[in-house]
């Protein structure tokens, strides 16, 4: 087998003082078995003009006291345990010259002075700029893939505002966005997550995670895939819910203002919540038709000591087999029960089938070869596995595990083309489940081998990333139902058309909804379930203590 290449790259550092996510994302790069550190250019060696800064210095540095007060007023609320903004000395990492590289790479280096022909000496696939600075015309094109870039990155020296403006302006979503610049500024990786409502410090936390992970994630697709990996996107509509503000300091008033919002914001939170407690019921329909209203749905609404939630129906006859996770708040985990539904709408009691030490949900259920299966989640235990029926409704035996050491959120499968498909989210360190999906394949479901897509994740969006079902055909096409998280958790339901689905690339686009109806005081609906004549979803409301 031919070995691959590593990737050589170089960094653009304000200095090596950085901020600990810097300083974590420089770490996770030198610790991978396909990147090398070749070069790191200090941006101080650049001879360009200062941006101009707007407003007095006297101006900024009131700005900069009460941003200071401010945060600090986050800090106690929130609890934060690590500021990712803190400064680091990262000249250890990038001048570790202990790991043995192949092919004679070169070790790391500084640039005392800006010297494009030692740059271009190193033969760079990536320069990563990590500076604030703007980059002279003569290092573009010194790296064989571009210069890769964060939009609106702090440097240490200054406040770091990230994740301000979609608290102040009220946004759902935030996105970090991931640029190459190579013949013209092009966006090639972006991801979504559901902003904090409250505190800027949690969505600031967020986006720098974020940017720990995507780089990383990029160059692995890279290094296994080559150029061809890269695909740009210059859509505008992808930036619609960034904040034209992004890159500003808020102003001494605005600073102020959002300070005020926070404690209106809070109150109201605190009233909505003040002796409820959120809990998942049931909504069913028969029909031939496909309903996606609740007006007219039969509730079940479960006892005050559980929930029920995640419904998959099989119908088997004139009878509805509804699978479900039923959680029992004084346990703190859930099992699988089923219920019946006959076409009258008469419903019976649910009833255990299936209980592990760990927790149990999103009862996948399946037809294979005339035999029952069922994928509960368990990532609570890390694994992802398989059931068989022995006995329907109410006897699953266990038959092996999929996946190991993984933590997979609501696994769904699909067998298409002689190929089976696993969705499912994997998040990584710090990462909502709720922000990314990914894609497993096999040949065979019982004995192959599970190989992750290239491109995963799939789809890193709050607004439509993890499953929220089976999925489903209509018209000849391939439908996939997802949560819409991006105002907290089960908000609504999307429905994606697939439109490539194989070893190599994945599309989709969403095509339509389902999100609560406010005159039924439900609050989020978040898996859909539909076979012949029966529609089923749960629902969230707040019910008194």
Known sequence: MVEVEKIKIGLILNSYNVPLWVYLLIKKLKNSDFIIISTVIQSSTFSLDKIARDGSSQRRCMRNWLFDIYTSYEKKRTGLNMDLTQTRDCQDIVN?????????????????????????NHKLDVIINLSENELPKEILGTAKFGIWSYRCINDSSKTDHSGFWEVYEGKPVSCTVLEILNNGKKITDSSFWATDPLYFLKNRAAEHWKRTIIIPRKLKELHAHGKNSIEFNEKNDLLNLRSNRSCQMPASSQI???????????????KKFRHKIEQWCLLFYLSVEDRRSQKGFQKIIPPNDRLYADPFVIKEKSTYFVFIEEFLYSQKKGHISYFEIDECGNYTQPKKVLECPYHLSYPFVFKFRNEYYMIPESSGHKTIDLYKCARFPDKWE???????????????????????WLFTSIPEENESPNDVLSVFYSDDLL?????????????????????AGRLFYMDGNLYRPSQDCSGGYGRGIKFNLIKKLDEKKYEEITFGSIYPDRDENIEGIHTYSKDGGLTIFDYKVLKDI
Do not use: C, Q
């Open 447 to 467: 004995d192959g081998e599970w190989m992750p897509h290239p491109k995963n994740p799939i789809v890193s969006d709050v607004r439509k990333a993890r499953s």
């Open 398 to 420: 266990f038959v092996k595990t999929l996946l190991n050491d993984i933590v997979g959120l609501d696994s769904t499968i699909l067998e298409r083309d002689g190929r089976w």
């Open 96 to 120: 570790d010259k202990k790991r043995d590289e192949p092919n004679n790479a070169v070790h790391s280096s500084s640039s005392s002075i800006f010297d494009i022909d030692e740059i271009k």
């Open 256 to 270: 102020v203002k959002l300070f005020l919002r926070n404690i209106l914001r809070y109150a109201r939170i605190k």
